[in-house]
């Protein structure tokens, strides 16, 4: 396993073309490659595996958004790039935590990345509040929406799934739905 | 709930050409309209963002679970011993440690080893040393093709050159020409060959006195050359005239180091090529005077030769008992003969003070 985690290292390059082609392969691959790093880096410093795994998707997400917005300048290997991300975040976090901070056990090079990781966290704020509306929305209509919004299903396939009598019956039901889902949203 | 519905076709552009001018046209005269198709776009765009990161994080999520987490957990976790901590920590500053230890070791090691070869190397040198301190005496080694009738019946004799220290007949040579010879003689360039005998050996300078007591000698006379008291310079033209054949043959060079083998005081390096049979003849300068005499070359170095200095020369006449060496002996206090001459008045004058020395 730790083997083949190190074998399929794949190339800089390979990761930021892959993730502009929508690979799933390469982020796959890129994912596996440094998650042992940060794992090692989180288990050190006051943290466990489920911190690490959040800390790390986190770290694979900013670099994700980064790379599509298509300006990402790789000035440092990315392996730097994600550590520095993710010693930042999980800094952060220890601090929100109130835990201890003071000394941190480093394992790689870190470099700044305090404007990433705050543009994300900007980001974070927005999906976390979606999440929070769809949660309050309730069912069916968390799922009607998210079937239809993220999940891309047509009317017709909902209708179906939701037994309603006719597509019209389904649409009008989404509509309220959406309706209300916009509210809690929009609430201040 | 009509209007929400029409203005998200709208936005994803499911309205016909037809509708979508009525609508524009609804937006542009309600501004309550308006104000709801700009805040759905931006809710579409969230919601879209947000099902992006969404199906990011279920790729992520399916990719985690594919990970053996507590397995690469317990091999990165903390460990308990903190020796091993200790290594994890600063494994890269550990590693430039050892390989810096490694390094310095190599080094050692190989200042050893090469001062070890260094020593060889002197061992080696030395015994290139002796090598050479087995120089060549220049002695030649004279074969006689038919043994004449008025001279000794051997076949083999060694020969080299000498000159003469006075007018009564006390020739000075090297010793290494005449040692363990059972008979001496001396030939004079006009051929003449007359006895010796040894009367004076110097092994320490390899300087020899012969004198003739063949009856037909008469007297030379006087010396034409002095001996030079002063050391020489290195660079100060010196000449020699020797038999390394059965002619006389002139060598001219110049002091080319105030020492000679292996820095003997005793001796000048001279660059005069040398040939077997130029031991024990003299070595002049420009003016005559006397400043060593030829003794032997270097093994490796052409065109150089050992001079004894000119100052042991007088040591040896000194040892000799002064009356017999007669008034008119080889002095350092005259004026040398030779001072101001040509090259060519000079050796004319010399040659017959210069012998060949033929040991038996």
């Known amino acids: ?188 | 709930m009509e209007l929400d519905a029409i203005i998200e076709d709208y936005l994803l552009g499911k309205l016909n050409a037809q509708e979508m001018e009525a609508f524009e046209k609804l937006r542009l005269s309600d501004a309550t309209v308006d104000h709801k198709v700009v805040s759905h776009k931006f809710f579409l765009a969230s919601m879209d963002t947000f099902a992006e990161q969404l199906r990011l994080k279920e790729q992520l999520n399916h990719i985690h679970s594919e990970i053996d987490v507590e397995g690469l957990a317990a091999t990165l976790r903390p460990h308990p011993s903190r020796v091993v901590q200790l290594w994890r920590k600063h494994k890269s500053a550990i590693a430039v440690a050892a390989s810096f230890v490694v390094l310095s070791l190599v080094s050692i090691y190989s200042i050893q080893h090469s001062t070890q070869q260094a020593e060889r190397y002197r061992q080696l040198s030395n015994r290139v040393n002796n090598a050479i301190k087995t120089q060549n005496s220049l002695i030649r080694n004279i074969k006689h093709s038919s043994a004449t009738a008025d001279k000794p019946n051997s076949q083999n004799s060694f020969g080299g050159t000498g000159f003469a220290i006075s007018t009564n007949g006390y020739i000075l040579t090297n010793l290494h020409i005449i040692n363990g010879a059972d008979s001496l003689y001396v030939q004079n360039s006009k051929g003449e060959s007359f006895k010796v005998k040894s009367v004076y050996t110097d092994p320490q300078n390899d300087i020899a006195i012969l004198k003739i007591s063949d009856k037909h000698f008469s007297n030379l006379s006087s010396i034409p050359y002095t001996i030079k008291r002063n050391t020489s310079n290195i660079g100060e033209i010196v000449y020699t005239l020797g038999y390394p054949k059965d002619d006389a043959v002139l060598g001219e060079g110049y002091v080319s180091s105030k020492n000679g083998f292996v820095g003997d005081t005793t001796q000048y390096q001279v660059a005069i090529s040398v040939n077997p049979g130029n031991s024990g003849g003299p070595v002049l300068d420009n003016n005559g005077n006397l400043v060593g005499i030829i003794s032997g070359k270097p093994d490796q170095t052409e065109g150089a030769a050992f001079a004894i200095k000119s100052k042991y020369i007088l040591e040896a006449m000194r040892a000799i008992p002064q009356d017999s060496l007669g008034t008119n002996k080889l002095s350092a206090n005259k004026k040398s003969l030779l001072s101001g001459l040509k090259r060519t008045k000079q050796i004319e004058k010399i040659q017959d003070y210069v012998f060949m020395i033929k040991a038996y």
């Open chain 1, 1 to 188: 396993m730790n083997n083949s985690l190190k074998g399929s290292v794949p190339t800089d390059r390979e990761v930021i073309l892959g993730i502009l082609n929508n690979s799933e392969d390469i982020l796959n691959k890129l994912y596996k490659a440094y998650y042992a790093m940060v794992l090692q880096f989180i288990l050190n410093n006051n943290g466990d595996e489920d911190d690490a795994k959040d800390v790390y998707q986190e770290g694979i997400i900013i670099l994700y958004n980064k790379i599509k917005t298509g300006n990402f300048e790789l000035s440092s290997k990315l392996k730097t790039y994600i550590y520095s991300v993710c010693r930042r975040i999980w800094l952060k976090k220890l601090s929100l935590n109130s835990k201890k901070t003071g000394s941190i056990t480093d394992y790689e090079d870190v470099f700044a990345v305090e404007e990433d990781v705050e543009n994300h966290e900007e980001k974070d704020a927005s999906f976390m509040k979606m999440q929070s509306a769809l949660n309050h929305l309730g069912e069916p209509c968390k799922t009607i929406i998210q079937d239809f919004y993220i999940h891309n299903l047509s009317m017709q396939d909902i209708c179906e799934k939701f037994g309603y009598t006719n597509a019209d019956n389904a649409k009008t039901q989404k509509y309220k739905c959406l309706q209300r889902l916009k509210k809690i949203f929009f609430q201040p």
